[in-house]
């Protein structure tokens, strides 16, 4: 093998991969965002433009991905001094899927942690974490540009690559763990409480824990996987593959996380028996707020909340999820 062959390899073949998989997740963020306008047309507006800017982002990032890729395999093919060494344009495109990421997690992740729970702390923890990793990783971006080339850029930021990595590692993994966490303290609160229907709120507490559990593993893997790269290939560009699919991931969690509250609100109906009389109403787009989400209690016909904190905005992943409003829920 020649010695461009292998120089290819090593710092061209991670970015493709990512760039390949990275497009057809990107796909799937357009299939998503589709479906989204067409089936939630009563959505606040906010909400709507969110999902907007999320794929006008992507778009542009899946524009660069492939702009970075023709540049150094096409236009410069067989051009050792351009493949060696960063440039702009590849440095940009990396440092707006970080920025993606911090607003995915930030507007998905963190919030519905604060809509469910109101605990100011563990956001707090939660941005500092998000906050951190985005820093180190744009810092890393701006560096390899300031560097001669590629191998004495990963010598020198090995230490920032593998402190993001690890970040990111333990972001997703606590906000998966906190959410599965206060889902099931619901459950033992629910169970405890006799005027509620314990059956019921379990239906969309199972689909929630499944969820949350789900993504928070899928992106806690593609981390552990770039840092796993970033340790067994230290001269290695490798680790970027599976930098470029973490950011569809964050933005295909979100837009699951919207698109399948028909399908939770059908699921309650179902094991029911009867209309839930949910609404598909979008919630008011605002941070959190005291709640007001009770139910109606079968037997008694009294009201009791089954909630020990609910939020106007948490659509994204509790209430919304389930189809439910921003008023209160009858079943």
Known sequence: MSQE???AISLAR???????????LYGVTCLQAFFYFQTYER??????????LLLAFETIHAALSIWVMDDYLIVHYANEGVLESANWLSTSTYILGFVIDFFVYLSYFTWRIWSFTGNKWIVVLMLSISASRTVISII????SVSTSSWTRYLKDTKTLIITGNALFIIGDTFSASAMAYHLNSFRSWTHSDRTNSPRRINILINRLLIFAVATGALTSLVDIVALVLSLTQPQSLAFL???LVQTRLYANS????????????RAYDDATGSPSGIEMQAISFQFARPPDLSVMSEGSGRRSVICPRKSTAESWHTVQDSGVSSSQVHV
Do not use: E, Q, Y
């Open 43 to 52: 959505d606040h507006r906010g909400l709507k433009i969110t999902v907007a």
């Open 241 to 243: 593959s599976p930098i």
């Open 254 to 265: 979100l837009l699951t996380s919207l698109n399948i509250r028909n399908a939770n609100s």
């Open 14 to 24: 991670g970015p493709l991969i990512g760039t390949f998989l990275g497009l057809f």
């Open 5 to 7: 062959s292998i120089l």
């Open 140 to 143: 890393a971006c701006v560096m």
